[in-house]
């Protein structure tokens, strides 16, 4: 929302500078998104005199002036208004001067007469948008040589207001105004109201009608006659022209400037457009139409909500007027419109029609219904100054909803609790009494009854209430403290079989592999082509197909049948894990089946994305799907599991046990090429499946364990091996670990290669050698250093190259 300062020192006397205004709004929660001069185009044209003017004489439309800018002599200015005279104050841009409209202004002969600078109509100035008929004349108290802005009193300082949502009382000069007094101990001043009134009371010329008082709780009308539609004067245009909004006439402009002076959106009907004396408020009929006055014709459907006279629609509720009652050029008679509408009923509307206007931005968040009364009377004083005309008394209105008060229950002592600052009761009273709401005295249990404003829509619960404390206080003073723990750590609960799945999954995702989720159903012949055994079997009595006949006992046929469908689409490289359980037979459980949790691995083509600077050509091996389970065993922080050939499984060759001290965790290998072809596989394919309830055991048995971070830097060594058929890398890393070296931290293989034409594999070991108490010396690393090599070559049939 766009503020005018200077309007809103008319609210209240805050005289302080628009940065200071700007930081303790936006501490209170109004951020301020810039500051600007909506003038600054026109800050360089100042106020001249004309002394003489002189019909040009070679042109019979432009005249030859001289004008006084209160510099040193006149300048000669050819202009072409017709209306243009000496004695008139009038606005000058001088050379070097450029206009709104992007023109620069030279010096320059004109048929031959010197013209020094330009004499500038509303339309050159952008203070109007259609095209003026003639120069703009201000009035004689303007000072000749200042700048035209501050002769007007123009607005020239426009602070961009931020609105959050839930505060739609801020979205007018009176909200923000309301703010500021607050913050600034300030009084608040509103504009005086009153007029005559004559003539026949309203409430029997119009009648109002409301179809559902959910929808429109409130309706009134004022009725004004013999108006004369014109321009607004000139501090109401130029006031509208500052925030943004174009002036239109003296009405429809006093509609807009209650608009954004209070909140309360207004219509102005031409009353003579209205067929019968009824206003009648409806939800539109399925596929009725009505012209907006843009233009437009709009097809509504049932949920929209019209203002009809007692034959047709005339308006968009709370949206766009129609353009079947607008007021014209000749309308005499007004009946202007003051309601309140459902907000979710105008938002739906706007939202669907595409028909955003400044109104329904406001019955969208809420307006104030009691204020509503004050904010009509204001309009029709605007109309009454500015169009002349005679009002009706009283007014029509349905109110089948009145407006009732909210009491909240507040406690300044919640309040301390939940801020984390203490919150005196006095501070509490001052805070809320400024913000508007009424108190009641403190019970005896500390609670305070408190009834927020009727502009306070979104004073609901004691919550509310502390929030407004809080930002009155200030945030930012509130300093930042730990919440007190009162809880020790070992009474923690243990994590749940859920919180430890979340885990795995987190790891696998976080390690590069994609999840699959697959049935709980396989079928017999894919069970079948992995050779397992039928007596673990759970079958289906009612299968939803063949393919989903039997109840899986193990992960591997789902991701197997995972790979056949991501490759049927084309995508060979795969990642794939899944964490599920597993059923078997089992006669002596109650359901004669036993349930398990597994975690399966798939791995299935290049082992690198196929783009620069990956390496191409490299499929996935066993190397990748083994550090794969022994990052997860790290990561759970257990201890380096074995690996072990066995054969009890006929559709992976080769086939790798994976224990962890006396606990069998599951099993690591390779689709046999007659199995893989079956699910369409053209790369080696290679299947983990691990007993996560197993694991979980291993892992609820870890002590967590503190040690001091190392001090001191660490020095590295790589050491290359070649090592005979027969010798593991299991085997040359326990040879290294057990040589009982004080100062050996880590030992890892970073490279594995096989010469050509030789027998041995060359093996790169990279150690690490770290001190707790000193930092290590080159000298004394390589005296170690060699001593494990010389351990190694002595434990184990390998050679240094």
């Not at 120069?135 to 004689?140: A, D, H, N, T, Y």
């Not at 020239?156 to 009176?174: G, Q």
């Not at 009732?404 to 309040?415: K, L, V």
Request: net charge negative; charged share 25%.
């Amino acid at each position: 929302m766009l503020l005018s300062l200077a309007w809103l020192r008319e609210f209240t006397p805050y005289e302080g500078t628009p940065q200071q205004l700007a930081g303790r709004l936006t501490m209170l929660g109004l951020e301020i998104e810039e500051i600007k001069n909506p003038f600054e185009d026109i800050a360089s044209v100042v106020v001249g005199k004309v002394l003489t003017r002189e019909d040009h004489p070679d042109s019979d439309h432009l005249s030859c002036c001289t004008v006084d800018v209160g510099g040193e002599a006149p300048l000669p200015i050819v202009c072409g208004a017709p209306n243009v005279a000496a004695g008139q104050h009038v606005p000058v841009a001088m050379v070097g001067v450029t206009l709104p409209g992007g023109l620069t202004i030279k010096k320059s002969k004109i048929r031959g007469q010197v013209s020094e600078g330009m004499i500038c109509s509303e339309s050159e100035l952008g203070l109007a948008e259609e095209r003026s008929g003639g120069i703009l004349v201000l009035p004689e108290s303007a000072t000749i040589g200042w700048s035209l802005p501050d002769a007007l009193g123009l607005d020239t300082c426009v602070l961009d207001v931020s609105i959050t949502p839930n505060r739609a009382d801020c979205l007018s000069v009176l909200g923000i105004a309301r703010e500021v007094a607050m913050a600034f101990d300030l009084p608040l001043t509103l504009p005086k109201v009153s007029y005559p009134e004559s003539g026949p009371n309203a409430a029997t010329q119009v009648a109002i009608e409301i179809d559902d008082p959910q929808q429109c709780p409130v309706y009134r009308a004022k009725l004004v006659t013999g108006v004369t539609i014109g321009p607004s004067p000139d501090r109401i245009r130029w006031r509208l022209l500052a925030i943004g909004q174009r002036p239109i006439s003296n009405i429809v402009d006093a509609t807009n400037y209650v608009l954004f002076e209070l909140g309360q959106p207004l219509h102005a009907f031409d009353r003579a457009k209205l067929a019968g004396n009824t206003v009648k408020v409806r939800n539109a009929v399925e596929g009725e139409k009505i012209t907006t006055l843009d233009g437009q014709e709009r097809l509504l459907t049932a949920r929209d909500l019209l203002i009809c006279d007692a034959g047709k629609p005339v308006a968009l509720a709370g949206v766009m007027g129609g353009e079947n009652s607008e007021m014209g050029s000749d309308s005499t008679e007004v009946l202007l419109e003051c309601a309140v509408f459902r907000p979710g009923a105008i938002r739906k509307t706007a939202r669907r029609l595409s028909l955003p206007s400044e109104a329904s931005y406001r019955f969208e968040r809420g307006v104030d219904q009691v204020g509503s009364v004050y904010a009509m009377h204001r309009a029709v004083s605007l109309m009454l100054e500015t169009a002349g005309g005679t009002v009706l008394p009283g007014e029509a209105v349905a109110e089948p909803r009145p407006y009732t008060p909210r009491g909240i229950g507040f406690r300044p002592a919640r309040a301390s609790l939940l801020l984390g600052e203490e919150m005196p009761e006095d501070f509490c009273r001052k805070t809320l009494t400024a913000l508007g709401c009424k108190l009641t005295d403190t019970d005896p249990s500390g609670t305070m009854a408190v009834t927020p404003p009727s502009y306070r829509l979104d004073l609901e619960r004691e919550a509310d209430l502390i929030e407004e404390v809080g930002r009155v206080y200030g945030l930012d003073r509130i300093a930042p403290k730990l919440p007190r723990v009162s809880k020790s750590l070992d009474d923690a609960s243990p994590e749940t079989e859920f919180g430890f799945w979340a885990r795995l999954r987190a790891y696998a995702v976080g390690v590069g592999l994609r999840e699959a989720v697959n049935y709980s159903f396989v079928g017999h012949s894919d069970l079948d082509l992995l050779c397992l055994d039928a007596s673990c079997r759970v079958s289906v009595a009612n299968p939803l197909s063949e393919e989903q006949n039997v109840m899986r006992p193990m992960l591997a046929p789902g991701l197997l049948n995972s790979v056949r469908h991501n490759l049927a689409q084309g995508n060979a490289n795969l990642r794939l894990f899944e964490v599920a359980r597993i059923f078997t037979a089992d006669a002596a459980s109650d359901s004669t089946a036993r349930e398990a949790g597994r975690m399966g691995l798939a791995l299935h083509g290049a082992r690198h994305p196929e783009a620069w600077p990956w390496p191409k050509d490299v499929e996935a091996g066993y190397a990748d799907i083994k550090g794969l389970v022994e990052g997860l065993l790290a990561h759970f922080h257990l201890p380096e599991p074995t690996f072990s050939r066995v054969e009890d499984q006929p559709w992976l060759a080769p086939q790798v046990d994976v224990t962890c001290g006396p606990v069998r965790l599951g099993l690591i290998g390779q689709v046999t090429p007659e199995v893989a072809d079956a699910f369409h596989a053209r790369s080696p394919l290679w299947i983990a499946e691990l007993d996560i309830d197993a694991l979980r055991v291993l892992v609820d048995a870890q002590k967590t364990v503190f040690a001091p971070l190392p001090g001191f830097p660490p020095v590295r060594r790589d050491i290359t091996l070649a090592v005979p058929a027969g010798v593991t890398v299991g085997a040359v890393l326990a040879a290294l670990r057990g040589a009982n070296v004080p100062i050996l931290e880590d030992v890892v293989l970073i490279d594995a290669y096989k010469p050509e034409g030789a027998a041995d594999r060359r093996l790169t070991f990279r150690i690490t050698y770290r001190h707790p108490a000193k930092t290590l010396k080159d000298k004394e690393v390589d005296k170690v250093h060699e001593g494990l090599a010389k351990s190694v070559l002595a434990s184990l049939p390998v050679t240094r190259p």
